[in-house]
């Protein structure tokens, strides 16, 4: 069985931290299951030249009621969900306000909707699911903004291209080493 160890950081209300360890077994982006080897809290990705990001929001089922955290999905595959988050609990009375990136939630699907589609009620998830919700555009960066209670969860995504090498011409000679001596040996590749 696959799974996916999400660690997020979860502010609460009154700013306390606490940084639970969460199984991920599904995951859904915008309604499709997805494979679970996308997932990753990576924020430097290698990525093609021309890649593009979407910014989301996810909801991931945790005891107590679900968590809610900003998620960028790459046109290359990857999910790099952020690992800072809030309790979706906190938001009520007020979701309805929160913005991804200057958009109300709603405008990409109600948060309430999406746990209702995936078998949830109120702010609970069925073990182990992770919902993430997409804004169209091109971007780096997702911003989740509570205006309620003045406090924002930034999460941002730098790509390298695939084609950099970081060492260009610097790049060390072969050496291996063979007991307490080094010698430098001829490559055939």
């Known amino acids: 069985m696959s799974?996916?160890?999400?660690k997020p950081h979860v502010t609460g209300p009154e700013g306390a931290v606490t940084t639970p360890d969460v199984f991920i077994d599904r995951?859904?982006?915008?309604?499709?299951?997805?494979?679970?080897?996308?997932?990753?809290?990576?924020?430097?990705?290698?990525?093609?030249?021309?890649?593009?990001?979407r910014a989301g929001y996810a909801l991931v089922a945790l005891?107590?009621?679900?968590?809610?955290?900003?998620?960028?999905?790459?046109?290359?595959?990857?999910?790099?969900?952020?690992r800072a988050a809030w309790r979706f609990s906190s938001l009520s009375g007020h979701a309805d306000r929160v913005t991804l990136n200057g958009a109300p939630?709603?405008?990409?699907?109600?948060?309430?909707?999406?746990?209702?589609?995936?078998?949830?009620?109120?702010?609970?998830?069925?073990?182990?699911?992770?919902?993430?919700?997409?804004?169209?555009?091109?971007?780096?960066?997702?911003?989740?903004?509570?205006?309620?209670?003045?406090?924002?969860?930034s999460h941002r995504v730098t790509l390298e291209p695939m084609e950099t090498d970081r060492w260009g011409d610097a790049r060390p000679r072969p050496r291996y080493s063979v007991g307490p001596t080094q010698k430098d040996v001829t490559h055939y590749i």
């Open 3 to 6: 799974l996916f160890l999400y």
């Open 105 to 153: 939630l709603s405008t990409f699907g109600p948060p309430a909707d999406t746990i209702a589609a995936a078998g949830g009620t109120d702010d609970a998830l069925p073990r182990g699911y992770m919902l993430i919700r997409t804004a169209p555009g091109n971007t780096t960066e997702a911003l989740l903004h509570d205006p309620e209670r003045d406090r924002s969860l």
């Open 63 to 82: 005891g107590g009621g679900a968590l809610i955290a900003p998620v960028l999905a790459l046109a290359s595959g990857p999910l790099v969900v952020a």
């Open 27 to 53: 995951v859904h982006v915008d309604g499709a299951l997805r494979p679970l080897g996308l997932l990753t809290s990576n924020a430097w990705q290698q990525a093609p030249k021309d890649d593009t990001g």
